[in-house]
């Protein structure tokens, strides 16, 4: 599977696993470019899934 489908694949788990929405997601991933810092909700599920 190529990379961009892999990263649909984790976005859709993630999306499943934590039952927020979409465009909350886009907003923390937002914040993320500007702080640097990815918030918690995304670390602690993104660490789980990898």
């Known amino acids: 599977m190529s990379?961009?489908?892999q990263a649909f694949?984790?976005?859709r788990q993630f999306l499943q696993r934590t039952t927020i929405k979409l465009r909350h997601v886009t907003a923390l991933v937002?914040?993320?470019t500007r702080?640097?810092?990815p918030?918690?909700?995304i670390?602690?599920?993104l660490?789980?899934?990898l």
Do not use: C, S, Y
Request: glycine share 4%; charged share 35%; proline share 14%.
């Open 3 to 5: 990379p961009p489908g």
């Open 9 to 11: 694949d984790v976005l």
């Open 35 to 37: 702080t640097r810092l």
């Open 43 to 45: 670390r602690t599920e």
């Open 30 to 32: 937002l914040q993320w």
């Open 39 to 41: 918030p918690a909700k």
């Open 47 to 49: 660490d789980r899934q």
